[in-house]
């Protein structure tokens, strides 16, 4: 079974920095694309940034200059480095794989930017 597990998060003050990492486990496939989503309160959950078993990555204009997103295949981990964080960017990120044309999710974490 699929087990996608996050850790960073928390509260940061405006124009702070975060990192969220993210660990596959539960499965011997080759993982395709991983990413981080987020949902803010009575918003949908959208795309922040994603990348491909080849390292191509994207990230969504709203992040684009402040946020990195890398990955490291040999153990199956995705990470989204966040800098200059804004009030906008709170939110719960949650951690995305996509598995012979499968996707799994992770519970999410919570990312606080406030002063």
């Known amino acids: 079974q699929v087990h996608l597990a996050e850790t960073g998060g928390g509260l940061v003050q405006p124009g702070g920095s975060l990192r969220l990492s993210c660990t596959a486990s539960g499965t011997t496939e080759p993982i395709d694309d991983m990413g981080w989503y987020r949902q803010a309160p009575g918003k949908q959950r959208e795309l922040v940034a994603v990348?491909?078993?080849?390292?191509?990555?994207n990230v969504a204009d709203s992040v684009k200059g402040r946020f990195t997103i890398s990955r490291n295949n040999d153990v199956k981990l995705v990470r989204l480095h966040m800098t200059n964080l804004k009030p906008e960017d709170t939110a719960f990120y949650y951690c995305?794989?996509?598995?012979?044309?499968?996707?799994?999710w992770g519970q999410g974490v919570q990312v606080t930017v406030s002063s």
């Open positions: 990348i491909n078993r080849d390292y191509g990555s």
């Open positions: 995305n794989a996509v598995i012979s044309n499968t996707p799994f």
